[in-house]
């Protein structure tokens, strides 16, 4: 596995600041935790990593959250 230097971050920043991390694995699809200088953990983020298989029904819910989201000002002027 090879790990961008981007992605890594201490297992004591993690415990300090876990939403940098949680920013770090939306960004780039992946945080790798060193613990002793050694990765050691992993967070993924769900929806960007190819790890996860999906059924086809589950995709089409992510697809839709996304537009949804994305898209939400312009669906509730269109609801007016």
């Keep these: ?3 961008d ?3 890594i971050v201490s297992v004591t920043e993690a415990n ?3 939403s940098k991390v949680t920013r770090i694995a939306e960004k780039e699809g992946q ?3 060193f613990k002793n ?3 050691k953990y992993v967070l993924l983020d769900v929806e960007s990593n190819p790890l996860f298989d999906m059924t086809d029904d589950e995709k089409i819910d ?3 959250a996304r537009i949804l989201k994305k898209f939400k000002p312009a669906f509730l002027e ?3």
């Design 1 to 3: 596995m090879q790990i």
């Design 5 to 7: 230097t981007n992605t």
């Design 16 to 18: 300090q600041n876990f």
């Design 31 to 33: 945080a790798v935790i």
């Design 37 to 39: 200088n050694k990765p």
């Design 62 to 64: 992510v697809a839709a």
């Design 78 to 80: 269109l609801a007016k």
